[in-house]
């Protein structure tokens, strides 16, 4: 079951002022409505602001994630794919999955991984975060890239002090 043990989503205090990307995917309106929602009310809860792009699909959410990962703290991308009769959707998948993971990497910006790999158009509707949904999917990857974010700035600064301090012992 999807979800199953997952922690409860929340924000680290951190995430205030942060600037976050959301690139979302445009195929399957009604599900991206919802996954759109969730990421905008996790952005907004933790204070943070964003800037919205879209593009036609999920295959390509990781050159508009790697594109602007460099002028924010965080991206969060948002997609669906639904398995039909072809291989296309493991292509995609594949892609999506492969391409964000370098991106976020690469850049050392968080990327929240906000892209549904449904079985069918009913699953996905169940995690979209809409009315009825079990799940917010979009909420939750928002809320993973944003507290990355938090963690890694926090670490980031800690270790600059750590460094500054050990130069002025020398």
């Known amino acids: 079951m999807s979800g199953h043990g997952a922690?409860?989503?929340?924000?680290?205090?951190?995430?205030?002022?942060?600037r976050v990307a959301i690139v979302a995917a445009s195929w399957h309106e009604r599900v991206m409505g919802g996954l759109l929602a969730g990421a905008r009310r996790a952005v907004e809860a933790a204070g943070a602001t964003?800037?919205?792009v879209r593009v036609p699909g999920s295959f390509e959410l990781p050159v508009a994630a790697a594109r602007l990962a460099p002028t924010v703290d965080a991206v969060v991308a948002l997609g669906v794919v639904i398995r039909g009769g072809t291989p296309h959707f493991e292509y995609v998948c594949s892609a999506a999955t492969t391409g964000l993971t370098d991106v976020s990497v690469t850049t050392g910006v968080p990327v929240?991984?906000?892209v549904l790999t449904c079985d069918t158009e009913a699953q996905a509707l169940d995690r979209a975060g809409l009315e009825g949904s079990s799940e917010d999917k979009g909420f939750e990857a928002a809320a993973a890239a944003l507290n990355t974010a938090a963690v890694l700035a926090g670490v980031t600064g800690a270790a600059a002090a750590d460094?500054?301090?050990?130069?002025?012992?020398r």
């Open 7 to 18: 922690p409860q989503p929340t924000l680290d205090p951190g995430t205030k002022d942060l």
């Open 50 to 52: 964003a800037v919205e």
């Open 112 to 114: 929240g991984f906000g």
């Open 163 to 169: 460094t500054g301090a050990r130069a002025g012992r």
